[in-house]
């Protein structure tokens, strides 16, 4: 079974997500995460998660947001987490505040990690306890410590 | 190597357990849609009409998922991974895991 942890070892993390847009969360999550040596091509990133956005917002439902990208450059799949306070319009009618943000970016070609990484994020979020417990975490090893849980428990 | 089937009685669930599939990696899965035996009958053979009135839901169509999975006890997983969306097999109602082993699999790779 995939383990979601095997792609967070960096802890991209931000407790408190500056943005109160999606395109300007955008913009700070992809900054965060291409910091990280497996996304060598921000803009790159960038235009694939707008341009996959396009295609179907991808709030999950529950305050919960999974924006992803597939991009040749990505050496490697990585996952960050980020948290909003406040919250954000993703623009799906059931769901107008996602306050935690998963976002992934992966190599194009990894078609079925990709499927797998998805479904289990997804998992991972539909339970309540798992939400809450993101959203009171006070640092970045307390969301790496509910992943770690979670995997454990797969 | 497992043939993998999945009978899913309550077809509001699909997408969860393509959920389920997706995350087990079981990504070359077809969903069949089927019907239960005794619902044809109780709906299309007017003598056994007396059968709709049974316990049935008015639930008339199963997904069925076939897959193929490379390791044991995948039906195990199935079932444990299911049950985070409240897809309980241990209820017959809800559907039923089958695994079989396969003799041979010819695919392009060959």
Redesign the interface.
């Known amino acids: ?2 383990e979601l942890t095997s792609f967070m070892k960096g802890k991209i993390v931000c407790l408190d997500l500056k943005s109160e847009t999606k395109a300007d969360m955008f913009e700070e999550m992809s900054d965060l995460i291409s910091h990280s040596e497996f996304v060598p091509d921000r803009r790159e990133f960038l235009d694939a998660l707008k341009e996959r956005e396009a295609v179907m917002v991808t709030s999950l439902g529950d305050g919960v947001g999974i924006p992803h990208a597939r991009c040749d450059s990505i050496q490697q799949l990585v996952i960050a987490v980020g948290i909003s306070r406040k919250g954000i319009d993703f623009g799906a009618k059931d769901d107008p505040a996602v306050r935690i943000v998963f976002m992934f970016g992966i190599p194009t070609q990894e ?2 990690l990709y ?2 990484v ?3 994020i ?2 991972f979020a ?2 309540k306890e798992n939400r809450e417990r993101l959203l009171s975490a006070r640092s970045a090893d307390e969301i790496f410590a509910a992943f770690e849980e979670f995997d454990a428990n ?1 | 190597m497992q043939l993998v089937i999945v009978v899913l009685y309550r077809e509001e669930q699909l997408d969860d357990i393509l ?2 599939f ?4 079981l ?1 070359n899965t077809i969903v069949i849609e089927g019907t239960r035996m005794q619902e044809v009958l109780a709906f299309d053979v007017p003598i056994f009409a007396g059968l709709a009135a049974g316990s049935l839901g008015g639930k008339r169509y199963v997904k069925i998922l076939m897959s193929t999975c490379p390791e044991e006890g995948i039906s195990r ?1 199935i079932a444990k ?1 299911a049950k ?2 409240d897809i309980d097999f241990s209820n017959r109602d809800v559907g039923e895991i089958l695994t079989l082993p396969l003799k041979e699999l010819v695919t392009a790779e060959d």
């Not at chain 2, 997706?22 to 990696?25: K, N, T």
Request: charged share 30%; proline share 0%.
């Open positions: 079974m995939v078609t079925k499927i797998q998805l479904a289990k997804s998992r539909r339970k797969s | 959920s389920v997706a995350e087990l990696g990504e997983q991974v985070d969306f």
